[in-house]
């Protein structure tokens, strides 16, 4: 069960390669798909980005840009406003961003990480989520 579970983690990656290989919209969707039970459908970040990293943060719209900043020690950041964003660290150095806007009239769409905390972080030994989805959002929690 353990090997089909590598293999299709596999050919995912290489699937999205042809794409943005890092999307996490395209990622997450795409495994989600993949899950056999599709009401206890869980992830491990750490088996699905295609490049090296120890940390992830998300960042809901509650913090500013001087927040993230300062958190993250990275001065060059760029200002965003009403969007959550996740970085993806290795060895404390930010190489992958992704972000989504949030806009109010408009409906919600993708990858968002359900919690009420304003900041999130999780090593890369434990970033297991629970995907649920409804609609088109890719709700996730941190199991």
């Given at each position: 069960?353990?090997?089909?579970?590598i293999v299709t983690y596999s050919i995912v990656l290489l699937?999205?390669?042809?794409?943005?290989?890092?999307?996490?919209?395209?990622?997450?969707?795409?495994?989600?798909?993949?899950?056999?039970?599709?009401?206890?459908?869980?992830?491990?970040?750490?088996?699905?980005?295609?490049?090296?990293?120890?940390?992830?943060?998300?960042?809901?719209?509650?913090?500013?840009?001087?927040?993230?900043?300062?958190?993250?020690?990275?001065?060059?950041?760029?200002?965003?406003?009403?969007?959550?964003?996740?970085?993806?660290?290795?060895?404390?150095?930010?190489?992958?961003?992704?972000?989504?806007?949030?806009?109010?009239?408009?409906?919600?769409?993708?990858?968002?990480?359900?919690?009420?905390?304003?900041?999130?972080?999780?090593?890369?030994?434990?970033?297991?989520?629970?995907?649920?989805?409804?609609?088109?959002?890719?709700?996730?929690?941190?199991?």
């Amino acid at each position: 069960m353990k090997l089909v579970h590598i293999v299709t983690y596999s050919i995912v990656l290489l699937l999205c390669s042809c794409t943005n290989k890092n999307d996490l919209n395209t990622i997450i969707s795409t495994m989600y798909e993949d899950c056999n039970d599709k009401n206890n459908c869980i992830l491990t970040f750490s088996n699905l980005m295609s490049f090296e990293w120890d940390t992830l943060y998300y960042y809901s719209t509650a913090n500013t840009t001087m927040d993230i900043q300062k958190d993250l020690g990275d001065k060059s950041i760029e200002p965003t406003e009403f969007e959550c964003r996740v970085f993806f660290l290795n060895k404390g150095k930010i190489i992958y961003e992704q972000t989504w806007p949030v806009i109010p009239s408009e409906p919600i769409e993708g990858v968002v990480f359900s919690t009420s905390l304003k900041k999130l972080k999780m090593s890369r030994v434990d970033t297991k989520v629970k995907v649920i989805k409804r609609g088109n959002v890719f709700f996730l929690e941190k199991i």
